[in-house]
């Protein structure tokens, strides 16, 4: 995978896809939390009847009675509340997230494209290093990889290989460009940018 490609990969690791799967698996677990709600108060409510009922058969007297129409009133009224109240708050909290998210994705790509040319420059200078230290350029993509913030694992995935070869990969970044790890590899490039005025 060359670096260009693997630019484009991390740039879609943050599109819309992303956002739309994150909300999918949301949208999932409130489905799956509201039915776990409601099968548990339908049972209850099952049992209240089926209680109340039994009581009317055997003759109870009238308080054992009203306590069961209570637990049966309360179970129904906690049902339909559910029922109603359920759809409304998941469209709510889907809206809710829609926007924070695209809020989140707009204020992104707003600064991207705001530093465009200063992060264009930034990676020339990147790239003109991993030169200067000699990596091949399987190292010089894990090395944009590191600096992007991302695992071992993470990244043996997006270059479908083995962790065992990004380990080794990784290391022997570290040895070309005498660094110990990945904080001073992130360091060397970043431990000179200051906020205006400093």
Do not use: C, H
Not at 50 to 70: H, K, N, R, W, Y
Not at 84 to 90: A, D, G, M, Y
């Amino acid at each position: 995978m060359s670096y260009g490609e693997i630019m484009r990969e991390i740039g879609e690791l943050g599109s819309e896809d992303a956002t739309n799967v994150r909300l999918r698996q949301l949208r999932r677990t409130q489905r799956l939390e509201r039915r776990i709600v409601l099968g548990a108060v339908s049972v209850l409510f099952t049992l209240a009847l089926f209680d109340a009922s039994e009581d009317i058969l055997e003759g109870q007297g009238a308080v054992a009675l009203t306590v069961d129409l209570l637990y049966v009133l309360a179970g129904l009224g906690i049902l339909v509340y559910l029922y109603r109240l359920s759809p409304l708050s998941l469209k709510e909290r889907d809206t809710i997230l829609t926007s924070a998210i695209v809020e989140k994705y707009n204020d992104s790509e707003a600064w991207r494209n705001r530093a465009s040319g200063l992060l264009a420059g930034l990676g020339e200078v990147i790239e003109e290093q991993f030169t200067t230290w000699g990596l091949s350029e399987a190292e010089k993509d894990v090395a944009l990889l590191l600096l992007k913030g991302f695992s071992l694992k993470e990244i043996s995935a997006i270059r479908e290989t083995s962790d065992r070869t990004v380990r080794q990969q990784a290391s022997m970044i570290y040895t070309k460009a005498g660094v110990a790890g990945r904080a001073e590899l992130s360091a060397f490039f970043l431990e000179d940018l200051l906020l205006p005025g400093k």
